[in-house]
């Protein structure tokens, strides 16, 4: 699987971004996608994941600002970003397992480094004060 995360940029706080992970050489319909973030001088965070039934789970930070859904049929998820602080500032990363979901099961996804095998590029958030 290859990951393509877009839609980084620079806002102000209080402001919107709308964060895009595109897939190519396999379809994401089985698969857990998730969106990390890495600050610098920080370690990498899990910030929203989704499994492959649509249920998502979110970092306390940005629980209520933050949403994450999948459009399979354009092979792609979002994170929309609202709200946005500071502290939000940060490359941020989408990524899949290296396993799909067995066929008939959608295991609850984690925000575990761990738990993912493939990552995108990266896209740069900056949130201005």
């Known amino acids: 699987v290859q990951l393509q995360a877009s839609g980084g940029g620079l806002v102000h706080a209080g402001g919107s971004l709308r964060l895009s992970c595109s897939a190519s050489?396999?379809?994401?319909?089985?698969?857990?996608v998730a969106w990390f973030r890495q600050a610098p001088g920080r370690e990498r965070e899990g910030v929203s994941c989704?499994?492959?039934?649509?249920?998502?789970a979110y970092e306390d930070s940005v629980k209520g600002r933050f949403t994450i859904s999948r459009d399979d049929a354009k092979n792609t998820v979002y994170l929309q970003m609202n709200g946005l602080k500071p502290e939000d500032t940060a490359v941020y990363y989408c990524?899949?397992?290296?396993?799909?979901?067995?066929?008939?099961?959608?295991?609850?996804?984690?925000?575990?480094?761990?738990?993912?095998?493939?990552w995108g590029q990266g896209t740069q958030v900056t949130v201005s004060s």
């Open positions: 050489g396999s379809t994401l319909d089985y698969y857990s």
């Open positions: 990524a899949t397992p290296v396993a799909r979901a067995p066929l008939g099961e959608a295991p609850i996804c984690r925000l575990l480094n761990y738990a993912y095998g493939y």
């Open positions: 989704i499994n492959s039934d649509g249920v998502t």
